[in-house]
């Protein structure tokens, strides 16, 4: 067998942990699962036996074609970066909303999540994602504001989704062993928890503030502000917002209410 290539993240699930994944995401024949990074298929092999359909996007060229060359019937394998997929076009003929599926790979299970929350569409495009974390990375989705942890990942996800935690695995679970404990979350989808009227505009002020999280909230708005033509002063008076929070102090309604200040 083909030796894991690091620069894709790749730690494979060992076969007793197969199971209790499987379980935990509880697929039905009415549902299409897409599955990030099926490697050598641990995931992808039971989540076809069990699922109506499943779309598999993989990076490596040699663990795409293996897959491919099973031609599990219900199972289409795209040999491709999933940060680089058009997903809308991809997916256009597959029944929605679809269920996310994937053991991460951890170097990009950041701009993964960010990518799964911008198309999930309200829950209308994916439902869920089941997905194997870096368990420092869970953490970071469901800190609380004035933790260390909390920033970006936690704004978005507070605001698009629920989620919960499902399981916890030690590195033994993989072949090779990553040097990091793991955790399964399951994200739901759903309307946003608050209006932050323009979504970019949102985004835009949460990256700013969490790219200078050291200067105060005053400061570390002030290059968004301007890039939008507005003050931060203005945007801070008309929100309601003490500028002299950290950043990290802000909560989602807070930032949602610099936002709509914009408009
Ligand atoms: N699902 C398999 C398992 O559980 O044994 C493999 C999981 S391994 C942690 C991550 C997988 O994602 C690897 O197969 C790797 O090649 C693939 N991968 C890495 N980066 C990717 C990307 N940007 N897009 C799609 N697949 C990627």
């Given at each position: 067998m083909a030796n894991a290539r690091k620069r894709f993240g790749q730690h494979f699930l060992e076969a007793a942990w197969v199971a209790k994944l499987i379980g935990a995401i509880a697929?039905?024949?009415?549902q299409t699962f897409l599955e990030i990074g099926p490697g050598r298929g641990a995931l992808t092999r039971p989540l076809a036996a069990r699922a109506g359909r499943v779309v598999a996007i993989e990076i490596d060229r040699d663990l795409a074609a293996l897959l491919e060359r099973?031609?599990?019937?219900?199972l289409r394998v795209l040999q491709s970066d999933f940060l680089d997929v058009d997903l809308r076009a991809t997916l256009a003929d597959e029944r929605r909303p679809l269920r996310v599926a994937g053991n991460l790979p951890y170097n990009v299970s950041s701009p993964i999540l960010f990518r799964l929350l911008g198309a999930a569409d309200e829950g209308r495009f994916f439902s869920d994602a089941t997905l194997m974390l870096q368990k420092e990375v869970a953490d970071r989705l469901v800190a609380r504001p004035?933790?260390?942890?909390?920033?970006a990942l936690a704004i978005q996800v507070t605001l698009l989704a629920d989620v919960d935690h499902l399981l916890t695995l030690p590195?033994?679970?993989?072949?090779?062993?990553?040097?990091v404990t793991s955790a399964v979350v399951r994200l739901r989808f759903r309307p946003p928890?608050?209006?932050?009227?323009d979504p970019k505009v949102f985004e835009r002020i949460v990256r700013g503030m969490f790219l200078q999280r050291r200067k105060t909230v005053a400061n570390a708005l002030r290059p968004v502000a301007d890039s939008l033509g507005r003050s931060s002063g203005e945007l801070l008076e008309r929100a309601q917002v003490d500028g002299t929070l950290r950043p990290e102090a802000l909560t989602v309604h807070d930032i949602a209410r610099l936002s709509r200040a914009v408009l």
């Open positions: 697929p039905t024949q009415d099973e031609s599990i019937q219900n004035g933790r260390k942890e909390y920033g590195p033994g679970a993989f072949r090779p062993p990553p040097k928890a608050v209006d932050v009227g």
